[in-house]
């Protein structure tokens, strides 16, 4: 079947309710050339179908930064790394409800607490725990990103007002050990399905551009559709110096795009969240994410690198016509 055809008719296919095969996924991998503004196109019409005209935004703090046990070859932050970073422990409930203040003033429906560290304490669990009930009682919804938890440790979130829990599994089962060997992917699916268990809603991706092939972007995204996530945060490697990583080239932009029209025929249902290197990678081609078939993103900056500002983003989903 021609490409365009073949595109055409996955997307008539999804659109119906069906859900793909792998060996289907795979043929969209090798759409190339001018054929892929016609999967842009295609991931366009199943994201309106799906997730109509909706954009969810949201903003992050990175309230514990650095002093990170971990050896994850992507972040500034790990025991690896020799990057110049902040380090300091976790920031005052003053100083995080302040930025869930700033968050809301402009519209974002979502505010994460992120920390860095294998998992955190019992008391930075019950300090954390405190300012999720003031960030709910502002009007925003409370989200947490805070490591491998367990099942009793995300039900005191749960029970203080934590709406959705974080936890990236990065990569496929397959190159997880090429990144990191301090946890496993087991470890990562074990603290995804604990929250699952507790009632809380789930936010799990990960990041391109680690060396992975496309079968390890295909395979991650089925096991994503597996877990059931409700929201799937797409990220693109932003080589830092002194990591691990630091040398790698960044992803191209129609290669970063076409990973986010992949996600969408995969996971047409889901939210597709575009986060770290939006920026960095996408550069010019930042205002095509929606076309390609995300309906989120983070906005403000990240944890150790920058972003865009509210403003612009804002911009950015108004003219296109979309909603927050």
């Not at 930075?124 to 367990?150: E, F, Q, T, Y």
């Not at 959705?164 to 050990?177: D, G, K, L, V």
């Not at 995300?294 to 972003?307: E, Q, V």
Request: with cysteine; proline share 3%.
């Amino acid at each position: 079947m021609d490409p365009v055809e073949e595109i055409k008719h996955l997307e008539e296919h999804i659109v119906k309710g069906s859900a793909i095969t792998k060996e289907e996924a795979a043929s969209i991998t090798e759409i190339s050339g001018p054929d892929i503004f016609n999967l842009f196109a295609s991931a366009n019409k199943i994201r309106s179908h799906f997730r109509g005209d909706l954009v969810g935004l949201c903003s992050i703090v990175n309230a514990k930064s650095g002093f990170c046990s971990e050896d994850c070859s992507f972040c500034a932050q790990s025991s690896r790394s020799k990057a110049e970073i902040d380090t300091y422990p976790l920031l005052k409930k003053e100083h995080i409800i302040q930025k869930a203040r700033e968050a809301k003033k402009y519209g974002i429906r979502r505010f994460s607490i992120v920390t860095s560290g294998r998992k955190i304490s019992r008391k930075n669990l019950l300090d954390i725990a405190d300012v999720i009930s003031a960030i709910k009682h502002l009007g925003i919804i409370p989200c947490a990103s805070l490591g491998l938890l367990r099942e009793d440790e995300l039900s005191v979130l749960k029970a203080a007002g934590l709406d959705r829990y974080h936890h990236n599994i990065e990569t496929s089962a397959q190159h997880f050990p090429q990144i990191c060997s301090t946890h496993g992917y087991d470890d990562k699916i074990r603290t995804i399905r604990s929250a699952h268990s507790v009632g809380l809603s789930l936010c799990s991706g990960g990041i391109f551009g680690l060396g992975e092939t496309w079968q390890d972007r295909i395979d991650m995204a089925f096991a994503l559709r597996e877990l059931n996530v409700d929201s799937v945060p797409i990220n693109f490697l932003i080589p830092i110096k002194g990591t691990a990583l630091g040398n790698r080239k960044l992803l191209h932009p129609l290669e970063a795009l076409k990973i986010v029209s992949l996600y969408r025929f995969i996971l047409p249902r889901k939210e597709i969240r575009i986060c770290g290197g939006r920026t960095q990678v996408l550069g010019e081609f930042n205002s095509m994410i929606f076309l390609a078939g995300a309906d989120g993103m983070i906005t403000g900056n990240y944890l150790t690198t920058m972003g865009r500002s509210p403003e612009d983003d804002l911009k950015l989903v108004k003219m296109y016509g979309l909603r927050i």
